[in-house]
């Protein structure tokens, strides 16, 4: 099949694309580098370094693609709290953009790399897709967004829509500046320079820590997944686990130094796991890869 990847040269998108080239598709990647990297290039990709928000040029490069998936972002929370309006060009144009080019290109399958911070504060740490959605600041609202404009195009125009809200996504490639949702970097990042890992507040938030490879996988039984025309799907990515940052410190091994009170304040989730039973049931997806397994292989990559 042919399909585009959007955000194929960032953390997830790049360990997606490798993925769906070993099993045989061909692929297409639009990636502006303000975050991705070059050298996460696949030599068996072809890439195009256009903004996602850029409607002819979208258009241009979805004709006669199977699918789309659609990763590209301004993945960082904190960032959408100093620009609310620059990552909301990214985050909600750009969706509706390929939305929008989707359906001038009768594109089939529409992927959304979506995210669990649609969920917020609740007052059941485990997230299931039923619950109403609590977002705490842009970045969250963006997803949300980006999720109901994917239903409505499903509605409207008969995309098949699938909205994958991942979870607290680690693995080789993760970025490694100083962003929560990529706290196993930053400590990783912080070891290598013999610094102490530093800890927001007691470190007894939790996390559902979910590895790279489990969710390029939910991607591709995604697209695969038979729907009905109009059909729109959300879906739980992430593990049942719970695990603080305390623990994935003691994992990593090392000292750590707590920076108290949390500069994050009221922004800081206290608790959080996936129930994954739809993604299960449906999509036939659970995560395979254990916190302990990830860590393991993360300390055992060369950087
Ligand atoms: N990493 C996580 O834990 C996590 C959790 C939930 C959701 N997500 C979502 O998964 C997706 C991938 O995240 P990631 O962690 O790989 O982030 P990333 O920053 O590594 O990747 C995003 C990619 O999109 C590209 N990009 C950004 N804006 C663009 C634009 N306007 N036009 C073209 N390309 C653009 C960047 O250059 C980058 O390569 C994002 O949509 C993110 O919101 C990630």
């Known amino acids: 099949m042919k399909y585009l990847v959007t955000g194929g040269l960032g953390f997830i998108g790049s360990n997606l694309v490798d993925y769906l080239l070993e099993k045989g598709h061909e692929i297409v990647v639009v990636d502006d580098l303000s975050t991705g990297k070059e050298s996460y290039k696949n030599p068996k990709a072809t890439y195009y370094n256009y903004s996602i928000a850029d409607l002819n040029l979208m258009t241009e490069l979805t004709k006669g693609m199977d699918g789309i998936f659609h990763l590209a972002a301004w993945a960082r929370l904190q960032r959408s709290i100093n620009d609310p309006l620059g990552t909301n060009h990214a985050n909600v144009t ?3 953009t390929l939305l ?3 359906r001038v290109n009768k594109v089939e399958k529409f992927i959304f790399s979506s995210s669990s911070s649609v969920y917020g504060m609740q007052e059941n740490p ?3 897709e039923t619950m109403s959605t609590n977002p705490l600041h842009p970045y969250a609202l963006q997803k949300l967004v980006g999720e109901m404009y994917c239903r409505l195009y499903s509605k409207l125009f008969g995309i098949k829509t699938v909205a994958l809200r991942y979870f607290n996504v680690y693995g080789p490639r993760q970025i490694i500046d100083g962003d929560y949702a990529l ?3 930053t400590f990783l990042k912080q070891k290598r320079e ?7 507040g007691d470190g007894r938030q939790t996390r559902a820590y979910t590895h790279v490879g489990d969710v390029v996988r939910a991607n591709l039984l995604a697209m695969e997944l038979s729907m009905e025309k109009g059909e729109s799907e959300i879906f739980n990515i992430g593990t049942d686990r719970e695990t603080s940052i305390n623990e994935i410190a003691k994992m990593l091994g090392g000292e750590v130094e707590h920076i108290i009170p949390n500069p994050r304040g009221e922004f800081e989730e206290r608790r959080k796991a996936a129930n994954y039973s739809k993604a299960l049931k449906i999509l036939g997806w659970k995560p395979t890869v254990t916190i302990e397994e990830g860590i393991k292989r993360l300390l055992g990559q060369k950087s």
């Open 183 to 185: 706290v196993i970097g």
């Open 126 to 128: 485990i997230m299931e």
């Open 194 to 200: 013999n610094k102490k890992m530093t800890i927001y």
């Open 100 to 102: 929008q080019a989707a």
């Open 94 to 96: 750009g969706t509706l």
